[in-house]
């Protein structure tokens, strides 16, 4: 079970914080993602972060700009958005593996297998 929260309105240049809540048992799956869809496009990986050692990744479109995060306890995952642009607006996701995924793999949301309900993130 994920929980998403944290998204909203908020003009070019501001920043948003979005929290994803799980159990410990679905944050020991592996990989955690965010990812995100905007209307009339697929659902892209924008960032996610390996449980096992907390090595992270990013897509191009936000390196530098997202941070992915967990907290000590390692239940809940972070994604600190700055510098945001109208292009990120979408539909942000929380997804959850059971196993270990490569770097093809984990850019595909049918490699998860937990997803959150979703957060709209709207820059104007």
């Known amino acids: 079970q994920l929980v998403e929260s944290g998204g909203g309105s908020v003009q070019a240049g501001g920043s948003l914080r979005l929290s994803c809540e799980s159990s410990?048992?679905?944050?020991?799956?592996?990989?955690m993602t965010w990812f995100r869809q905007a209307p009339g496009k697929e659902r892209e990986g924008v960032a996610g972060i390996y449980t096992e050692d907390g090595s992270t990744w990013y897509g191009y479109s936000v390196k530098g700009r997202f941070t992915i995060s967990t907290d000590n306890a390692k239940t809940t995952v972070y994604l600190q958005m700055n510098n945001l642009k109208p292009e990120d607006t979408a539909v942000y996701y929380c997804a959850a593996s059971r196993g270990l995924l490569d770097s093809r793999q984990r850019l595909r949301p049918q490699s998860y297998t937990s997803w959150g309900q979703g957060t709209q993130v709207t820059v104007s």
């Open positions: 410990a048992y679905t944050y020991a799956s592996n990989c």
